[in-house]
């Protein structure tokens, strides 16, 4: 009877067993909250912490850093010059395309981990999950995809530095990431990932608050707050800038 009970006893420890095995991560960041201002120029965000490895173990972990902004909706339009003008002739819909991507690791992603580990963890802009919606062709869904990524890199919204985590004896680690000044306010995660052999042993995620303030800020939150008379008087500001524009003409 003792085999049976102790084959039992390790297969309900092996998972703890394991858990103990594994590194911890302990993540930190520079700002936990940016305040966007008028005349707002960007920021840069300092991550960093410590790779906490268990009892005895002796292995060389590599870190990569995630920093994504809130998801949107996006549509992408593909221009074709027909008889000499540039007309939309394509358009492909995508329902959560980060708004920022960010990698930064302690070397090139492919030589760390292989294509379908990235994939998962979304280890690099080749790896973001847009959520493609409708109906559309495989290629052209890829080449709308690899659009928006080159689009959004030209803006300074998606980024990727293979060197961009420095690792200190092994233990200590800090990357750096610059937010341009076209950021998109919300809630922006920042995934930190222990990996070692190929494998992600071990993850951990802060948070970081991007938030409008000032004049900005309250137009924003009066927007949300009292949408429908924001609305009203958006229309009645055009109308009243029309009428006057329209004085200003008739009197020219």
Known sequence: MRRPFAALFLLLAAPLITAQAEPTLVPEVSQSRIEVRQGFTGASLLLYGAVIAPRGASEDYDIVVVLKGPTEPVRIREKE?????????????????????????????????????????????????????????????????HGLVALREKQGLYQENPRGVRISEGVLYQARIDLPSNVTTGRYTAETFAIAR???????????????????????????????????????????????????????
């Open 81 to 145: 010059r027909i008889a000499g003008i540039w007309m939309n002739s394509g358009a492909s819909d995508f329902r959560s395309a980060p708004s920022f991507f960010a990698v930064a690791s302690s070397r090139p992603v492919r030589e760390i981990v292989d294509e379908r580990t990235a994939a998962i963890y979304e280890l690099g802009t080749d790896f973001i999950q847009l959520s493609p919606s409708g109906q559309i062709d495989p290629e052209e869904q890829t080449r709308f995809a």
């Open 198 to 252: 190929g494998r992600v042993l071990a993850s951990a995620t802060a948070r970081i608050e991007v938030e409008k303030v000032g004049l900005e800020g309250r137009v924003v939150a009066a927007a949300q707050r009292w949408s429908f008379l924001y609305g009203l008087g958006a229309i009645a500001l055009s109308l009243v800038m029309g009428w006057i524009a329209g004085r200003a003409f008739v009197r020219g």
